[in-house]
T-cell receptor
Framework: DQQVKQNSPSLSVQEGRISILNCDYT??????FLWYKKYPAEGPTFLIS?????DKNEDGRFTVFLNKSAKHLSLHIVPSQPGDSAVYFC???????????FGTGTRLTIIP | DTEVTQTPKHLVMGMTNKKSLKCEQH?????MYWYKQKAKKPPELMFV???????INESVPSRFSPECPNSSLLNLHLHALQPEDSALYLC??????????????FGQGTRLTVV
């Protein structure tokens, strides 16, 4: 049972435009969400997180939006840069739980 | 120092071998994790150590044996593995329990091939 889903396995975006990566979850107990970026042959790198008490968190070019009623979150990257090409995983957890549940990943390709 | 260091980076082992994966962090994190990642799949949690005690074992077969000698080190002992255990093994650490600070930092992983 995949509790965290990223329905787009891949996404291509022109350099300078906005990249929007989506993530859906089914477990209503999740209350903290994270985005990780992964290059080939490397471990995931933490990007940005959001708790369920917020609906938006921004850090530089990265903004995460959370819609609790829809159990949906999205990561916006603007402007997109070639170095953003990677696989992006969303992850979810709940307070008091050390376990992160990862989504299936979206491969983002930025076209110069 | 914001690194999680894993050794070795690559490991090829036979099904009768015994080997160990090592992980080290010096960020003062008190939670450490082992994840397994197969190609084109998300990382899957195997074990969590919190304050040097095993707090989560995700029903991992006993041929994988974790050990946390101290708060900075985490080992994964491997014995009698199967070819299907070939994967990228990722170590991670985070500040504490709970979501407020569980931004886990990952190592580069050990690419394990069982022959």
């Amino acid at each position: 049972d995949q509790q965290v889903k990223q329905n787009s396995p891949s996404l291509s975006v022109q350099e300078g435009r906005i990249s929007i990566l989506n993530c859906d979850y089914t477990n209503s107990m999740f209350d903290y969400f994270l985005w990780y970026k992964k290059y080939p042959a490397e471990g995931p790198t933490f990007l940005i997180s959001i708790s369920s008490i917020k609906d938006k968190n921004e850090d530089g070019r990265f903004t995460v939006f959370l819609n609790k009623s829809a159990k949906h979150l999205s990561l916006h990257i603007v402007p997109s840069q070639p170095g953003d090409s990677a696989v992006y995983f969303c992850a979810a957890t709940n307070f008091g739980n050390e376990k992160l549940t990862f989504g299936t990943g979206t491969r983002l390709t930025i076209i110069p | 120092d914001t690194e999680v260091t894993q050794t070795p980076k690559h490991l090829v082992m036979g099904m009768t071998n015994k080997k160990s994966l090592k992980c080290e962090q010096h960020m003062g994190h008190r939670a450490m994790y082992w994840y397994k990642q197969k190609a084109k799949k998300p990382p899957e949690l195997m074990f969590v150590y919190s304050y040097e005690k095993l707090s989560i074992n995700e029903s991992v077969p006993s041929r994988f044996s974790p050990e946390c000698p101290n708060s900075s080190l985490l080992n994964l002992h491997l014995h009698a593995l199967q070819p299907e255990d070939s994967a990228l093994y990722l170590c991670a650490s985070s500040h504490s329990q709970g979501p407020w600070g569980t931004e886990a930092f990952f190592g580069q992983g050990t690419r394990l091939t069982v022959v």
